[in-house]
């Protein structure tokens, strides 16, 4: 992730350091120029470590899918999951990743308030989410139901819990963002890493659909 | 999914190559891609309501629910790739939807092998108790 937040000198590669408008035209024209521009670089890079995001994310959760039944005795996804939960933590990330795109849009448009608004939006919808889960997590281990207790139950914990991680590192990320356009403004380097936050984020939600709908919805869907 | 390709693209001059990852296809214009966002919103959060209803309703046949249920969230995956990832099947993504694809394979060979070998061993190795239970 920190491979996102490097600080680029800016433009040297032929990139952004003259795009005043940010206009996707002008992008275009030099990258006929120069080859491809390096927003175009920088974002692809991104987008390669967030599949293999994903890949690590896949194999957490083959872990789990084979360990499903194995609770050695313990409590099961049925008894310890709530879809009440679940679904408020579905609607927070999902308004959440909405924003973070809506913060994109006031970004590359200059709008100060849509950008800082959508940005705090998109913050206080994380943080909620993070909130929820931690309880959920301590409310389980209450109960006897922690990861030391049965194979289910540490494939569960590390799954969630990763992506969990995933999240709250996603949050210091948005606030330094937020703090860099603040003292910056929206210099091209500080875009790029905008884009990349943005690709964070969605994917998150994206892995919180899978997560969501494999193993809570399936966890406690009638056999 | 038509909607949201933009006429203009197809009126770019020759010279146009690749577009980042998650970029807006028209940038500049708000309200435009303030829609697609909201589009994007509007889907998945059908999706999500049918998935979170068909998991506790008896609509469905039973043993069939985890099936509708992964066919659903893949569903929802691809409305977010299309419209908050706009990743889409234009000849300027690509490169993008190149990378994807070969991290979906991946991802498949990943879950489905576990859950194929898993399975196999399971049927195949005779439980403890009953190997104990010859011994004796």
Known sequence: MSAGVEAYPGGVAGGGLATVGGGHAQSLTEESAHGPSKRIVVAYGFWIFLISDIILFSALFASYAVLTDATAGGPTGRDLFELPTVAVETACLLLSTVFCGLAGIGAQARRNAMYYGSMAATFVLGATFVAIELHEFATMIHAGAGPDRSAFLSAFFALIGCHGLHVSAGLLWLLTMMAQVYAKGYRPDIRRRLLCFALFWHTLDIVWVALFSLVYLVGVAPK | MSTSLPESRTSLPEAHGDIAPGDEIEPTDVPRAIRGYLIGLALATLLTCISFYIARSTLVWQPSIPIALSVLAIAQMGVHVIFFL????????????????????????????SLWIMTHLDHNVMPIERLMHMQR
């Open chain 2, 86 to 113: 706009h990743i889409t099947s234009g000849p300027d993504n690509i490169n993008n939807i190149m990378a994807l694809a070969f991290g979906l394979l991946i991802v498949m060979l990943l879950v489905f092998g």
